[in-house]
């Protein structure tokens, strides 16, 4: 089954560091989405990303965020300058294009994130 | 108004009985209603969804339950088994379920022997 893939799986960095993280969606999706969950948490929506722009972002989502999808196939979140708030589980997903049956997200595996 | 509140918090279940987890929403703009399963150190993975214009939906062992007057949610799984100790969430999004998902807190499940 396909999977969308994160790297690192976790990252440790120091407080005002900047932290990229990486996914690699699913070939043929098209809508592409960072989640980040705190630990013990609800889900939490950053930022939705389409057609190579950014198509929605939550509050979480300042100026300290950035994504990219500098290829055809990698999917990136920048943290300019990471905060200890900024801990928590980092997921990707992808979706197909729209009309297709499976309307669901696929999530990767996160990436976790420790600021110290 | 965003919000999606579910409950319980927790729930432990003996195997075989019928583990019920229940969400509550306010935003009439939701029409795509997924429930997610995560296993710990795992990204959440679509279980089963359904859109309001269907009072029910089941997959195997898992069905929801729809009350779109009440805007009221839930998931049924029947025949709980270990394997189904997981958390759960409930989540909405609009826009045909291509806009932002908002999740609901989780269920922590615990299928006991």
């Known amino acids: 089954e396909p999977e969308v893939t994160q790297t690192p799986s976790h990252q440790v960095t120091q407080m005002g560091q900047e932290v990229?993280?990486?996914?690699v969606p699913i070939s043929n999706h098209l809508y592409f989405y960072w989640y980040r969950q705190i630990l013990g948490q609800k889900v939490e929506f950053l930022v939705s990303f389409y057609n190579n722009e950014i198509s929605e972002k939550s509050e979480i989502?300042?100026?300290q965020f950035s994504v990219e999808r500098p290829d055809g196939s990698n999917f990136t979140l920048k943290i300019r300058s990471t905060k200890l708030e900024d801990s928590a589980m980092y997921f990707c997903a992808s979706r197909p294009i729209q009309g297709a049956r499976d309307y669901g997200y696929t999530f990767g595996s996160g990436t976790r994130l420790t600021v110290v | 108004?965003?919000?999606?509140?579910?409950?319980?918090?927790?729930?432990i279940v003996q195997k075989g009985g019928i583990s019920i987890i229940n969400c509550?929403?306010?935003n009439t703009a939701f029409d795509y209603f997924p429930w997610y399963q995560q296993f710990p150190g795992k990204g959440p993975a679509l279980l089963i969804a359904i859109r309001p214009d269907v009072s029910e939906k089941k997959e195997g062992r898992f069905t929801i339950s729809f009350n779109?007057?009440?805007k009221q949610f839930s998931l049924h799984i029947m025949d709980s088994q270990p394997g189904d100790s997981a958390t759960y969430f409930c989540a909405a999004s609009s826009g045909g379920g291509y806009q932002k998902v908002t999740f609901g807190t989780g269920t922590k499940l615990q299928v006991i022997p």
């Open chain 1, 20 to 23: 990229i993280l990486r996914c």
């Open chain 2, 1 to 11: 108004q965003q919000q999606v509140k579910q409950s319980p918090q927790s729930l």
């Open chain 2, 68 to 70: 779109k007057s009440a």
């Open chain 2, 24 to 26: 509550a929403y306010e």
């Open chain 1, 61 to 63: 989502f300042d100026d």
